[in-house]
């Protein structure tokens, strides 16, 4: 599974958190642009909302740190999701000895 997709949103979270709103905006662009399917689109926008709502300065108490790990897992779930849709190696073809 690449992790680079999940590397780059939490690259933006820290961003956000360092007050470096132009770099989180880039790499959200960047997350939006890379994005070959459906689901890292959705994972894109996922840590965009993440993003924006520790941009937005909201105060959620508790849940604060239960939705930025729920938000993240949902990002992995994501990019598993669009790994399994893709084969896994060279399976041969359907005849032969042992297929």
Known sequence: MDYTFLFIVILMLFAVKSG??????GLFVLLLFTARNKYLIAAAIVGGGIALLWYSGMDLGDYSMIITVGG???????IAKKE?????GYGGGGGGMFG
């Open 72 to 78: 993240l897992f949902l990002v992995l779930l994501l």
């Open 84 to 88: 399994s849709d893709q084969p896994q």
């Open 20 to 25: 470096l709103y132009y770099v989180a905006v």
